[in-house]
């Protein structure tokens, strides 16, 4: 096998809970397959009393696979998430990850595919 970097991507879905103070008790990641994604985007529970306790959050994971040799590891993993809607109502993904390097266009073709 040859050496070098190779990338992955996948969507996620992650699912916060919040306690009663809006503090964050849990955060389980689904990686997800575009119809469950799509299934869940946006998706926000409540208690009976209207507090916020549950919310999926969909994001990108960017990983970055160090190859030498046969051996593989993983270098670096970074997160886009989707946080705002545009115009149109339509989620979208910011422009980078968290670490600056560009999300490739065809993410944001997907994304605003499923909606």
Same mark, same amino acid.
């Given at each position: 096998?040859? !050496?070098? #970097?190779?990338?992955? =991507?996948? @969507?996620?879905? &992650?699912?916060?809970?919040? *306690? +009663?103070?809006g503090?964050?008790?849990?955060?389980?990641?689904? $990686?997800s397959?575009?119809?469950?994604?799509? +299934?869940?985007?946006?998706?926000? =529970? /409540? &208690?009976? *009393?209207?507090t916020?306790?549950?919310?999926? &959050? #969909?994001?990108? %994971?960017?990983?970055?696979?160090?190859? +030498?040799?046969?051996? =593989?590891?993983?270098?670096?993993?970074?997160?886009? =998430?989707?946080?705002?809607? +545009?115009?149109?109502?339509? @989620?979208?993904?910011?422009? $980078? /990850? *968290?670490?600056?390097? !560009?999300?490739? !266009?065809r /993410? $944001?073709?997907?994304? /605003? !595919? %499923?909606?």
């Amino acid at each position: 096998m040859k !050496k070098g #970097l190779r990338v992955q =991507y996948e @969507w996620c879905l &992650e699912v916060t809970t919040i *306690d +009663d103070d809006g503090e964050v008790l849990e955060r389980e990641p689904m $990686h997800s397959d575009k119809v469950m994604l799509q +299934d869940n985007l946006g998706e926000v =529970y /409540f &208690e009976e *009393d209207g507090t916020q306790k549950m919310t999926d &959050e #969909l994001c990108l %994971i960017r990983d970055v696979w160090c190859v +030498d040799w046969a051996d =593989y590891w993983d270098e670096t993993r970074t997160w886009a =998430y989707v946080e705002s809607k +545009d115009e149109n109502g339509k @989620w979208i993904l910011p422009e $980078h /990850f *968290d670490d600056g390097v !560009k999300v490739p !266009k065809r /993410f $944001h073709n997907e994304l /605003f !595919k %499923i909606q």
